[in-house]
């Protein structure tokens, strides 16, 4: 995809917030900001944004001696979200749809990202959601079903804290929708931003409804090259991929349909106004991709 400029003020951004939740050494702040600016300067024009956005996560990592800046607000993210799963499930089985109501769940989870606004509190947390969850979601939901419906083995690449437990309540009506349907999920290889590995998936107890991987490195979204054997070797026995967030949505369509001819079905917020104009889908708007071979991508 293009490099917009606001990415690269984005970014700079994000290096100062995630070094803020690192350390209190001010002066240790002035050290990342200026090494990622640096680096901005120098690969910030030219890569995308989520390979930009792994070098600036080393840094913070390499100069405050913390390997999980997030791991306070991961933690306490996923600790809200699991005290409100009954809740949840509630009203996903009192609605009109439940599975539709699941799937509108795990999209309204994606708005909880760290790597976008660093100030998340649980009330904002849970007013962004229902916000999310009353609106209309961009995309064919019914196709999305059906793609799932045909589907032997998913792959579901998950992203944030927090938004685990949604994908956790969509994954379980899905097994419940469809009896034969076996989903294999995938976590970061290791800390980064908030994004999720396998200490929060045994944390909300993903790990006990279906097979977690990691994919074996600590890339911002998925980066085939950069992934373990174990994880191709998964992806390769899978049929369509549930790719879930910006980020992993950002380095995915970087792959041909010959590269990647599995079905993909991405589910992300449309958070910020560089991919509101590069997918057309309006800000803040929760949303539906799907690429298929046959047909590249189409909403």
Known sequence: MPISLDCVLCLARQSLEASRFATLDESLHAVVLRKSLNLLQERGFTEIPPIV??????????????NDPYATPKFRSNELMMNLLNTFHTRIHNSINPLHTAIKLAIAGNSIDFAVRGDWTDELILNTIESAMNNEIEGDIDKFVNYISKAQHILYLLDNSGEIVCDRILIENLLQSFPNLKITAAVRGMPVLNDVTIKDATQTGLN???DIID?????????LEQCSKQFINVLKTTDLII????????????????????????????????????????LGKPAIIIRNSECGIRN
């Open 243 to 282: 790719s879930k967030g910006l980020a992993n949505y950002e380095t995915l369509i970087e792959y041909t349909p010959k590269q990647l001819p599995q079905t993909i079905c991405y589910l992300f917020k449309s958070k910020c106004p560089f991919i509101a104009k590069y997918t057309g889908i309006k």
């Open 53 to 66: 956005a792994q070098e600036i996560q080393r840094i913070i990592r390499h100069e405050t001696h913390n």
């Open 215 to 223: 994919n074996g490195n600590d890339a911002v979204g998925t980066i």
């Open 208 to 210: 006990k409804i279906i």
